[in-house]
């Protein structure tokens, strides 16, 4: 049998370099760890299964949770992909239009990076692979008229979704930002709010630099969720933790690979184990 | 910035005369916090503080009249010193002279490897570029792309050749072509990925390159450390290339890439664009990850 054991201040050390290591991060894990460690001060005592099971709990609940149904129930659902450079938005989208083909919807991709080198022929050749068309224009287009050509397609064409790629771009740039804004205003015109999903795809190699890419993306436009890519490295992903609880961003899905299929509805619990074993 | 965490940290200390041993843990434990926001791996925090801590310790920080610029400067001085005290060029010494650029998915190898196209063809070189990322979409369309825009050669192949196949040929057409250069891009691959991580090995033997450059992103956390390790046991670095710098991660990997490999950092992507690479100097970046 497993004896119960009392925490000491170097048990919390520990956990708290375990903690910063996952890339929680310094407010985080303080957070998570000074009661106890004021409890341990104060004399109280504290089993390691009373810590673990406290942990856990607390940091489930800073987890925000998706409130409304995935994917949306309107007539065509757009989920539009935003996010910093090379974090995996055109990937995951393939990945995510081909969930939603298997459920037997009709699927519509936009090729909304017309700036990257062959970054319209990536997402063409994604939906050569899983048999989804593509709406695209050229590479130096207006990305706002591609969006705009390809939603009126899906509401003339009767489409159940439609997935929209855009440019890669740091949270930090004025012109990118304003872009982003009118990439929204153009959709509003023609879908309304309630049928849009807007994600934030972050990299779980992220670290705190994920904070300021949630501030500066959710002042330009609403997000509705996130999701983590990249989880099949050695990265935990903390940060999202993080960035869950501050601005209250549930997290949808987690991308496990490089392949359409490496696509995985967010486990709040598995999540929380990988970090807090 | 630092300075100023430390005066709040420190705040009152002028009224007791000045600064005791005791301050100074004290500032200690807020420069630790400082580089962990700043992204800088645990551990290396830990290095990095013990190293500080005697001279932080010091008559000439408890003696100071200006303690906080005393304690700031040595963190400064010793950020310098870790990133790699002054910049480091390429070593270009054989002909052709082979470039091996490898990192994770998407931390920006591609777009710097034409940008190291044009760094060097503005320098008076003749290189040449090739893909041998055969695994994703377009990536070789990519690389081609990026050639064209800078007038600059491009080894095309099909994704149905090998890696190794694609990168033997075009060094031989790089040889035969009196190009000076080669320039390998490689697909994106996990430090854990035993099949990519043998296939970048096989890479490395056949070409034989004299720079074999990590490509990594500003933003990495705390798990920088076991790619950069990783990556530098299996294969061998020569150096690093710290990308996306032009935003606003503090970039405190690039610290502990660094300190576990030893190996320099010796160029920094600050933009999208083909002209936005820089030579790495460690002062800049040192103030940086300071705050
Ligand atoms: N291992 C792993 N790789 C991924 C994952 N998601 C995407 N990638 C890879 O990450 C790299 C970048 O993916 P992209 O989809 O091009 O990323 P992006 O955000 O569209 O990039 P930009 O458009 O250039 O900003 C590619 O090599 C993808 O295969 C994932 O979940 N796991
Ligand atoms: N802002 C900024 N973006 C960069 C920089 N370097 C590369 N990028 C962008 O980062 C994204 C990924 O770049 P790629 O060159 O495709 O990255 P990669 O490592 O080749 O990706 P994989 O081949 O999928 O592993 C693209 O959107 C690039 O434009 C940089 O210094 N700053
Ligand atoms: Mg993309
Ligand atoms: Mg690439």
Known sequence: FVVEKLIDLAFLEELEEKLILSDLGVETTMALLDPFKNKILKGEPVTTSDLKRELKRISLNLLADYEKPFPPDGKPGVLFFLGVNGVGKTTTIAKLALKLKEANKKVLLIAGDTFRAAAIDQLKKWGERLNIPVVAQQEGADASSVIYQGLEKALREDYDFVLIDTAGRLHTKYNLMEELKKMYRVMDKLVPREKRVNLLVLDATTGQNAISQAEHFSKAIPIDALIITKMDGTAKGGIALAVSHKYKLPILFIGLGEKAEDLLAFDKEAFISAILP | ?291
Request: with cysteine; proline share 3%; aromatic share 4%.
């Open chain 2, 1 to 291: 910035n630092l300075s100023e965490r430390l005066e709040k940290a420190l705040a009152g200390f002028r009224d007791r005369g000045k600064l005791s041993p005791d301050d100074i843990k004290k500032g200690l434990r807020e420069i630790r916090l400082a580089l962990l926001e700043a992204d800088v791996n645990y551990r290396v925090v830990k290095d990095f503080l013990a190293r500080i801590e005697a001279r932080a310790l010091s008559a000439e920080v408890l003696e100071s009249l200006t303690p906080f610029q005393q304690i700031v400067k040595i963190v400064y001085d010793e950020l310098v010193n870790t990133l790699g005290g002054k910049a480091q060029g390429l070593n270009l010494s054989t002909k052709p002279t082979v470039i091996l650029l490898a990192g994770l998915q998407g931390s920006g190898k591609t777009t710097t490897a034409g940008k190291l196209a044009l760094f060097l063809k503005k320098r008076g070189h003749n290189p040449l570029l090739v893909s041998t990322d055969v695994y994703r979409p377009a990536a070789i369309e990519q690389l081609k792309i990026l050639s064209q825009k800078i007038n600059i050669p491009f080894f095309d192949a099909s994704p149905s050749e090998g890696a190794l196949e694609i990168a033997n040929n075009a060094f031989k057409m790089a040889k035969n072509t009196g190009r000076d250069v080669l320039i390998v891009d490689t697909a994106g691959r996990l430090h854990i990925d035993e099949d990519l991580m043998e296939e970048l090995q096989s890479l490395k033997e056949s070409l034989k390159p004299v720079e074999t450059l990590l490509v990594a992103d500003a933003m990495m956390g705390q798990d920088a450390v076991n790619v950069a390790k990783t990556f530098h046991e299996r294969v061998g670095l020569t150096g690093i290339i710290l990308t996306k710098v032009e935003g606003d991660a503090r970039g405190g990997a690039a610290l502990s890439m660094k300190e576990v490999t030893g190996c320099p950092i010796k160029f920094l992507g600050v933009g999208e664009k083909l002209e936005a690479l820089e030579v790495f100097h460690p002062e800049r970046l040192a103030s940086r990850i300071l705050g």
